[in-house]
């Protein structure tokens, strides 16, 4: 079963653990507004990205709306990470919270 978070508890996970976020949203949406240091990830650089994290940080996965990211927690779950789907994607974190532009 995938681990979903809230927005407030993934800005905790953030804070308190220093948790990644990885966002598999299009690089346009990206562009538009994302989490703080994010990472925008997808089939090109997803493999680096493994290879070169700490299985011991948490990732919080981040998509559109929630959706996507569940398939994609999962991945990086099965891989050694502890990952998280953010609730609700970018469409909740951007009701309370603020983005980057870039």
């Not at 989490?35 to 493994?50: E, G, T």
């Not at 299985?55 to 398939?71: D, R």
């Not at 050694?80 to 980057?100: C, I, K, R």
Request: aromatic letters at 8%; proline letters at 2%.
């Amino acid at each position: 079963m995938i681990k979903q978070v809230s927005a407030a508890e993934a800005k905790l996970l953030i804070e308190k653990e220093s948790a990644i976020v990885i966002d598999i949203r299009d690089a346009a949406s990206f562009a538009n507004g994302h989490i703080k240091d994010a990472f925008r990830i997808d089939n090109d650089n997803f493999q680096q990205f493994v290879d070169e994290t700490d299985k011991n940080i948490p990732i919080i996965v981040c998509c559109y709306h929630g959706n996507s990211s569940q398939a994609a927690t999962g991945v990086i779950n099965s891989l050694g990470f502890t990952g998280y789907s953010l609730q609700g994607g970018m469409s909740s974190w951007t009701l309370s919270y603020p983005v980057e532009q870039g």
